[in-house]
């Protein structure tokens, strides 16, 4: 491990061997810490090349479980965000890529930090199985299109192990090891076509476009070299997606969305995407599926499969049907503007921040989480407000806080007397 430290050190190459050597014995606990650690700081000063970050994913892939999808054929599919603030296109996205014809086995995390989880939105749903044996998981995938599971403990355990490390070593933000990071739990899903939603702006991991573009690059040459169709869209995180923010608040809004009310930018990131896996899995042009995407929410075909996808896995319908049903917290915090003029910025990062603070996130990685608690914005970048009008709902079950999260909400906006610009949704497409 010493010569490989140094190698790496000194700006040369890893072998294959040299990699396969560290991601093994790090995982199996034959290197220690401090190593490890080494290493990771000598590859984020000096980085790696394509077949080395290459070598680095496919190493993480194979140190634990992975899954066979080949019976679902060139029309297994998957999406993968980076993370971000109101993030709930994967709940709209994918019963719109099934009716389209993609086949789903999705595995995605829990929420961590600013970003929320997509299984913690799912699970404030009574019933709802967050947990599938792989036999479970094809079946359902085979009979409806859609099956979506927590992570399996043992899927790429290399990479859970290097992040912990990365996380306390400030080794985090270097490109070969964020792609590799990503691309090892995507890969060892075993989808054939993978579309990658990368986050751009205050709320996301990358803050500007040519770091998010070096990023999707990175992870689209690692999914051509393992035979996988990758195409990553890069999308705005400047501000919240969506007008909730929390767990049931953002089940509520994609239901709504499903239904062909709410939000449009939400509703037109989540068929962007659908089309993109569609376009991908079926080889067919992206403008007719996109065209198709809206056909299917417009239809009610999309609100259809949610439907049989959450009766599926277990959850009670009724709470989909009549979306009152859900828990609601015991507080409603109004949030309201103390100037005129136009909201010209709206913290992302600071409005999840909130919601953690709330009770809807976590700050640790074993804290329970209170579905229950969220934001709803009122009002949104671009509108007008008047001093003393609403422009925010905190809902929370915490007690003294009221007046902590109304002036951390109040310092996440900014008021101007110019309208601002109008940001694109999708700044670019890599593949």
Known sequence: ????????????????????????????GEIPDYQAAALLMAICLNGMNERETTDLTMAMAHSGDTIDLSMLGELSSDKHSSGGVGDKTTLIAIPIAAVLGCKIAKMSGRGLGHTGGTIDKLESI??????????????QTQKIGIALTAQSGNLAPADKKIYALRDVTATVDSIPLIASSIMSKKLASGAKNIVLDVKVGSGAFMKDIESARSLAKCMVEIGRNCKRNVRAILTNMDVPLGSCV?????????????????DKNLLDISCILAAHMASMALRKPYEKMLQEAYNAVKSGAAYGKFL?????????IAYIEDTDLFEKASKEIEVKCEKTGYISSLDAQAVGNICVEAGGGRKEKGDKID??????LIKQRGDWVEKGEIIAKIYTNKGNITEKLQKDFLSAVEISDECPKQQPLVYEVVE
Do not use: C
């Open 1 to 28: 491990m010493y010569s490989i430290i140094r190698k790496k050190r000194d700006g040369k190459e890893l072998s294959r061997e040299e990699i396969q050597k560290f991601v093994k014995g790090y995982t199996n």
């Open 126 to 139: 009574e019933g709802y199985l967050t947990e599938l044996s792989p036999q479970k998981l094809m079946e």
């Open 246 to 262: 929390g767990n049931s608040l953002e089940v509520i809004e994609s239901v709504n969305v499903l239904k062909g009310k709410g």
């Open 308 to 316: 049989t996808w959450i009766k599926e896995q277990g959850g009670n």
């Open 371 to 376: 579905y229950s608690a969220g934001i709803v």
